[in-house]
C-alpha cells in the first residue's frame, strides 16, 4: 500500500494518521460536484437559488427540483447527489411533522437544524452506512428569531450563516456574496442578486441549466414559497445582460 490515505478510506468508522475521515471528504467532494447552491439573509427574509444542471435536453422544464419546502415556515435547497438530498429533505418534513403533532406548534429554526445536523452526522458513524452526498441550505422563519438561515454538511455540521454558497463554484460565489448589503437588502433586491450570481459563476463549460429561486419574506406572508414567475424572469434578464455587459467590456 501506497500513500497515507491508503487503507484508511473504506470505512466512515477508521480515522487516518492525520486525523480524517476519508468517506466524509469524499462525500464533500460529491457535493463540490453538484450545481451551485446559495443563499443571502436580507433585511425582510430569506432567498434561496440553485443552478440546476441539465443533462439532457429532453428533459421538462422545472422537473427535479432542488428547492423544497418542508413545511410552511421552512425550506431547503440542497446540492451534490440528487437523491440524498431528497431523503434529507423527506427526514426535515417529518421532524417537522412530528413536532407539530406532539407540541402542536411549528418547531423552531435552531431546533430542526439542530435535529437535522445529529441526523447527518449518524451516518457517519457506523460502518454499515455511508455519509450523505449532498450539503443543504435550510431557510426558516422562527417565532421567536425571526428570518434565519443554515447550512448542513455532510459531516453533521451546521452552522447559521447571513450568506452561503456550496457545490461548484461556490467560492466565487462567496466572494459575491460578501460585496452585498445584506443588512439592507430587500427580498425582491435580493432575488436580483441571487440571480445575478448564479449565472456570473456558471461554468460555460458545463451543460445548460435552470435558475431555480425560491424564498421566505415578508412579501411572501412569512411562508416558504417559489419565487412569483415574473419576478424569476426579470431576475434572469437582468443577469443575463449585466453577464453580456461584462463580455463587452472584456472584449
Not at 440524498?84 to 413536532?99: G, M, P, T
Request: a negative charge; aromatic letters at 8%.
Amino acid at each position: 500500500m501506497s500513500g497515507i490515505g491508503t487503507g484508511y478510506d473504506l470505512s466512515t468508522t477508521t480515522y487516518s494518521p492525520d486525523g480524517k475521515v476519508f468517506q466524509v471528504d469524499y462525500a464533500c467532494k460529491a457535493v463540490d460536484n453538484g450545481g451551485l447552491a446559495l443563499g443571502v439573509r436580507c433585511k425582510d427574509g430569506v432567498v434561496l437559488g440553485v443552478e440546476k444542471l441539465l443533462a439532457m435536453k429532453m428533459l421538462v422544464p422545472g422537473a427535479n427540483r432542488r428547492i423544497a419546502a418542508v413545511d410552511r415556515h421552512a425550506g431547503m435547497a440542497g446540492t451534490g447527489l440528487a437523491p440524498d438530498a431528497r431523503q434529507i429533505v423527506a427526514r426535515a418534513r417529518s421532524e417537522c411533522a412530528q413536532y407539530l403533532s406532539f407540541y402542536g406548534d411549528r418547531i423552531p429554526a435552531q431546533i430542526l437544524a439542530d435535529r437535522m445536523a445529529h441526523y447527518m452526522h449518524l451516518f457517519t458513524l457506523y460502518w454499515s452506512v455511508r455519509p450523505y452526498g449532498a450539503s443543504s441550505l435550510m431557510a426558516v422563519k422562527d417565532a421567536h428569531d425571526g428570518y434565519a438561515m443554515y447550512l448542513l454538511e455532510p459531516s453533521g455540521e451546521c452552522q447559521r450563516y447571513h450568506g452561503a454558497a456550496i457545490g461548484k463554484g461556490r467560492q466565487a460565489a462567496k466572494n459575491e456574496i460578501e460585496k452585498l448589503d445584506l443588512g439592507n437588502l430587500s427580498a425582491a433586491e435580493a432575488v436580483r442578486h441571487v440571480a445575478r450570481i448564479v449565472y456570473a459563476t456558471h461554468d460555460e463549460k458545463d451543460k445548460e441549466f435552470e435558475c431555480e429561486l425560491s424564498w421566505i419574506c415578508d412579501a411572501s406572508g412569512g411562508e416558504f414559497k417559489r419565487v412569483p414567475k415574473n419576478l424569476v424572469d426579470e431576475a434572469v434578464e437582468a443577469a443575463k445582460a449585466a453577464l453580456e455587459s461584462d463580455d463587452e467590456m472584456d472584449a
